[in-house]
Structures are given as C-alpha cells and as structure tokens.
C-alpha cells in the first residue's frame, strides 16, 4: 500500500471508531466530536478507561498494535460494566464491532472508579503475559534481536553456533512493513510449516534515524534479496514473493557501499582499483590443493585440528598424493607449507567462466569478477541492452517499476528509457569464506531496505562437535563481534559482576531487616 492509501485507511478507521464509539464517549461524560478527532480520540479513550495516556503511542506502532487492540476493546466494555466472559469473547471474536452494537442498543452506566486490578489470578497471568510480549516485541523490532550463525561464510569471525545480539540501532531500526504477523518470530510459525504473516497490507519502508552508516568491512544481517526465486539458482521461473521483512535473514560482510567500482581479482576484493583491507579479525579463507611427496607419514586429522579447520577436506584421487582443503586461512596455508612430506600448498583461483555469477552474462567467475558499480541513491546510469542485465532485477523487484524491452528498445512504466536513476542505496556483501559462500557474487546487490541490523555481542557459542561442557566454546562467550585485536571474552567479568549484585543485595536486604527491627 501506498502512503495515499493509508491515509485513506487511516481516515476510514477513525469514520468507523467514530460511528462505534459516539454514544459511549457521551457517556463517560465527554462531547461526541472527541470520537472523531483522530489520535485525540485516542487520548481520550485513554482517560475513559482509566489507562495511562502513553497507551495511545502503542496503537500505532506496527505489530504491537494487534495485541493493543483487543486490549482496547477489552477495557472499554468493561468500563460500562460488560465484564463477563461472554462480553469479552463477543468483543474479540467480532474484532471489536460488538461495541457498535452496544453503542446504539443497550443503556450504557460508566464506570469511571472500577477496580483496574485483575478478578482473578488467569486474568492477571494473563495480563502479565500480554505486557512481557510488547515490551520484548518492542526490544527485538526496534532495539536488539537474538540470531544464529547457520552457516560457515563468515567463519574464522563468526562461527557456526554463535548466538549473536544484532543492534537494529546502529544502522537505525526498519519499522516493520508486515503489519499482520505473530510477534517476535520471522516468517514461520514455531512448530509449524505455516506463515506467521499476511502479505496485505504493507507498509511502505521507513527506517529510524541510526548513529552510523554501513561501512565498508562491517559485518552485516539483512534480508536474501534473492528469496523472490523458488529456490537458489532456479531458473524455473517460479517466485515466492515474500515481503521484504520476511525474506530469509542473511549475514555477511560489506565489501562495497554505494557508489563503489567493485572487481575481483584472483579472489582479492579491490575498491575503486585499490585492494580492500580487511580488518584484523576478518581471517579470508580460500580453497587449496596440497601436493604431498607420498613418502613422509603425516597425521592430517591432528594437523587439519590444530589448524582449526572446520570445512571438507579430502583426497582427490586414488593415490592420495594431493589432498583438497575447501576452506583455509593465509596463515593455515603458511604452517602447511613447513609440514614435511608436503611439496606445494596452491591456493585455488578460478580461471574460466561460471554459471550462476551475477549479472548472470556468462563473463566471470567466483574469483575474477568486474568492474561493477555499486548503484548510490539519486544517481542516474546509462541504460541499454549491455548495461541493463546488472540493473534489471534492481528496476523490477527493489524499485517497482514496470520494464519491457522490445528489440533494442527499453521502456520503464511505459517511456523510452536511455538512462535510469536509483531510488536507494545499494551494497554488495561477500563471505570472508570465499569459496564456501553463496554472496552477492551470486545474486547482486542488497538493497538498503532489506538491511536488517549489525552483529555486535556474541553471548553464547555452541559447538555440535563437542561433548558436555565441551559444546560451549566458552573463549567466544561474551565477546564483541567488532573492534581492534583479537576478541576477548568478557565472561568472567559478567560473573564477577552478577555475583557483586547478589552479594550486594543479601547486605542490604540484612541492613534493612535490621532497621525494620
């Protein structure tokens, strides 16, 4: 929906409260224009009902307004002396249109002294509920959200297991644009194949103010623009169209920001021709062929473990005299090459074309790749047959906008288009895992409305491989995912700190006992 059409919602919701609502307003001893006038109105239903007026703010806060409003509905009726089960099942089950009936048939007595504590202890469980869900749904929308590391594309800085804090603030939080879905899960119901949403209506995307930009090197979670596709790679032409904010969430590292000329040479990421320096923690893993002598035992699993290295590897072929490691770092290359028994360790660069590189033109390969723009907001490109493949998903599915082309004629909602000028801002995101990383090399560019917030604490770290206590890779506990030198884990003072607290308060819970004596 348009930011017109929900003016238009807007303006009909409060016709619709107001032709509810009029005679209860009467009622409560109000005038009957307060129900017209919109979000006054809601102020003032605030004072009849006996709520604080900061409720108010709650009604229009996306999500958390489906669980406010039938609270609403709830405490109106119960205002005017409806209190009974019956009541509260009419009024929620009619999605609050039994007050309309309530409104012009019954005698309506206002309550405005009624006893706001719960009847009984179901109702005050519940109420207590309903509060612990929008205060959380409120913290993992706009503040900090909890998140997994699924995959090993940024291994090395983040593994596998890692259960990340994403700061939705850094970058500023994206107010939802889902405005039907289950609080405080993404796209599925728990437990269930089923959407935890409806795609109508939508918002159009508004992010609040952040205190910093994306920056090249920065580690980032974002929608997979790619999830428009049946399934990765597909070229079946099947879509499943979900919403922006309930694309599948991705992580990975930025290597362009707008207005860049990214390339790639021999794996190595180069920004406006110069190569990208990554920071001391990014440790880049490539693939490698290591040539062994075939005489000199050596013990690779002792040797792959000290090297900690957590993907595939393997001989390629019957005599064993070369062994393929698919993911490992410049320094894990290093210590082999001081192995004896090892006569060569080859990093592994892609030479000749590959299908599935973006713009998909059959031209480059996972480690040989541009120059490409990184398209900036408002700046305008030449459009034509040659330039259109890197643009055409960007016009179509991020922009809206309607694209046929007719021989060499390309035309966008409707007029002769030669160049075309970009709505948003656009980044390019790869895996420090080079060669074990489905990235933007694959699908594109991420645009700024799919960015979803910035990892900045690991507080818990979670090794499938280990054994008891051995599971928590406790050196990753409490660490920061950003910042200079190596992470450092922070653990130890959390204990240190918590177990101040509880002493601490054992004191003074004593002291005051005393003084009460």
Not at 131 to 147: C, D, E, L, R, W
Not at 151 to 165: C, H, N, R
Not at 175 to 183: E, G, K, L, R
Not at 284 to 310: C, H
Request: hydrophobic share 40%.
């Amino acid at each position: 929906m348009t930011l017109y059409l929900w003016f238009v919602f807007f303006l009909a919701v409060q016709a619709i409260h107001f032709l509810g609502t009029w005679k209860i307003y009467e009622s409560a001893g109000r005038k009957r224009w307060e129900a017209a006038i919109p979000v006054y109105n809601a102020i003032v239903l605030m004072k009849i009902i006996g709520r604080p007026t900061w409720w108010t703010l709650l009604l229009f806060i996306p999500i958390i307004n489906l669980i406010m409003f039938p609270v609403i509905w709830v405490e109106t009726i119960r205002s005017f002396g409806k209190k009974s089960f019956l009541d509260t099942v009419l009024v929620i089950g009619t999605l609050g249109f039994y007050i309309f009936y309530l409104n012009y048939t019954q005698t309506l007595a206002y309550e405005p002294d009624r006893n706001l504590s719960p009847d009984h202890k179901a109702a005050d469980t519940i109420s207590s509920l309903l509060f612990a869900v929008i205060v959380a749904t409120i913290v993992h929308t706009y503040f900090i959200q909890p998140y997994t590391i699924p995959t090993s594309s940024l291994e090395k800085s983040l593994l596998v297991g890692d259960f990340l804090f994403v700061s939705k603030m850094n970058y500023g939080a994206r107010v939802p644009m889902t405005t039907v879905a289950m609080p405080m899960v993404h796209d599925t119901i728990p437990l269930t194949k089923r959407k935890s949403y409806l795609t109508w209506p939508q918002l159009p995307y508004l992010r609040i103010p952040g205190f910093q930009t994306i920056n090249r090197t920065d580690i980032v979670v974002f929608n997979w623009p790619a999830d428009t596709v049946y399934k990765f790679r597909d070229r079946s032409g099947l879509r499943v169209d979900k919403p922006i904010d309930k694309k599948s969430n991705y992580v990975k590292r930025c290597v362009g920001i707008p207005g860049d000329s990214l390339s790639l040479k021999d794996g190595l990421v180069y920004i406006n021709g110069k190569e990208l320096i990554l920071p001391e923690r990014a440790k880049p893993q490539f693939s490698y062929n290591v040539a062994l002598d075939g005489k000199t035992p050596i013990d690779f699993e002792n040797l792959l473990r000290e090297m900690d290295v957590t993907d595939g590897a393997g001989f390629i072929n019957e005599s064993r005299d070369t062994l393929f490691i698919s993911a490992l770092t410049a320094a894990g290359a290093e210590r082999l090459q001081h192995v004896p028994g090892i006569t060569a360790v080859n990093r592994i660069i892609s030479k000749n074309v590959e299908d599935g590189i973006f713009p998909h033109i059959n031209k480059w390969n996972r480690d040989n790749f541009g120059p490409i723009y990184i398209p900036q907001q408002g700046k305008t490109v030449a459009l034509n047959l040659e330039t259109l493949p890197f643009y055409k998903t960007i016009i179509t599915d991020y922009e809206k906008k309607d694209l046929k082309v007719n021989g060499n004629e390309i035309r966008i909602d409707g007029k002769v288009a030669t160049t075309y000028t970009f709505d948003q801002n656009y980044y390019w995101m790869m895996g420090d895992n080079r060669h074990n990383s489905e990235d933007s090399r694959y699908w594109g560019y991420v645009p700024e409305n799919h960015i979803v917030g910035k990892p900045i604490f690991i507080w818990l770290s979670w090794d499938t491989n280990g054994k008891g206590l051995n599971k928590i890779r406790w050196e990753r506990v409490f660490t920061t995912v950003d910042g200079e030198g190596q992470p450092q884990s922070y653990f130890k003072y959390f204990l240190i700190a918590l177990a101040a607290f509880f002493v601490g308060e054992y004191f003074w819970n004593k002291r005051k006992a005393k003084k009460e004596l």
